[in-house]
C-alpha cells in the first residue's frame, strides 16, 4: 500500500507557465487537501475536496484550481505560475465520514518559479 | 477572526529538559485540537489529539477551554523530538487550521 503519493518531487518551473501537481491516494479517503508551507507562515489550505465530484476554496486558492474526478486523484493546477507560488506543497487525505479522521499527507512537492 | 496561535518560532533544549509548546486558539464552540509533527526528511504525520488524551513519543497536551489552549509538553527531550510541530485545530466545516508552526532543535 503506498498511501498517498505525489508528483513530481521537485520541479524548477518559469513565470508564466502552466503546471499541474499530482496527487493519488489508495486508502479510499473521501476527503483529499492541498497545502502550502512557506517558511515563517506554517501550512495554509489552498482547495480542498470532501467527496469526489466537489471541491471547495481554502485560505489562499487565487491562482490555483483543482478537480476530482474521482476518489482516489486531486490534481492541483497553476494556470499561470508567478514567482509567490514558490513553496511546497502538500497534498493531504482523510476519512471524514468516521470519527478516526485524521489527515495523511504526502511526501510534497517543492516547486521554484523563476 | 478566528485562528491559532503559537507564539514561538524556535526553541532549542538541551536533552533531558524538559519542552513545552505553546498553542492558542481563538475558535469558537468546543474544537478538536491535534498536533501534527514533521521530522526531518518525512511527511507531516499526526502526533496527538486531544480526545484520545494519551501520549505519544512521551508527549501529552491538554486542553484548556478556560484559557483556550492547547499546549503539548514532554518533561525530557530526546534528540530524536527534533522536529517541526504544528498545533491544528479542527474547524467548524472538518477542515484543519494549521498553526505557524514551531521548529525544536533539541541540543545533545
Known amino acids: 500500500i503506498a498511501g498517498i503519493t505525489q508528483a513530481p518531487t521537485s520541479q524548477i518551473l518559469a513565470a508564466g507557465r502552466r503546471m499541474t501537481l499530482r496527487c493519488t491516494q489508495d486508502m479510499r479517503h473521501n476527503a483529499m487537501y492541498w497545502y502550502r508551507q512557506d517558511l515563517g507562515l506554517g501550512l495554509r489550505l489552498i482547495h480542498y475536496s470532501n467527496t469526489a465530484g466537489t471541491t471547495g476554496k481554502g485560505e489562499v486558492p487565487d491562482g490555483y484550481s483543482v478537480s476530482r474526478a474521482n476518489t482516489d486523484d486531486f490534481p492541483l493546477t497553476l494556470a499561470s505560475a508567478v514567482p509567490s507560488q514558490t513553496s511546497v506543497y502538500f497534498c493531504a487525505s482523510s476519512d471524514s465520514s468516521g470519527s478516526q479522521d485524521t489527515q495523511y499527507f504526502g511526501p510534497g512537492t517543492r516547486l521554484t518559479v523563476l | 477572526a478566528q485562528r491559532v496561535t503559537q507564539p514561538e518560532k524556535l526553541l532549542s533544549v538541551f536533552k533531558g529538559a524538559p519542552v513545552e509548546l505553546k498553542c492558542n486558539y481563538s475558535y469558537s464552540g468546543s474544537p478538536e485540537l491535534f498536533w501534527y509533527v514533521q521530522y526531518s526528511r518525512q511527511r507531516l504525520q499526526l502526533l496527538l489529539r486531544?480526545?484520545s488524551r494519551e501520549s505519544i513519543k512521551g508527549f501529552t497536551a491538554d486542553l484548556n477551554k478556560g484559557e483556550t489552549s492547547f499546549h503539548l509538553k514532554k518533561p525530557f527531550a530526546q534528540e530524536e523530538d527534533s522536529a517541526m510541530y504544528y498545533c491544528a485545530p479542527k474547524r467548524g466545516n472538518n477542515r484543519l487550521a494549521f498553526g505557524k508552526g514551531n521548529q525544536v532543535v533539541v541540543i545533545p
Open positions: 486531544h480526545i
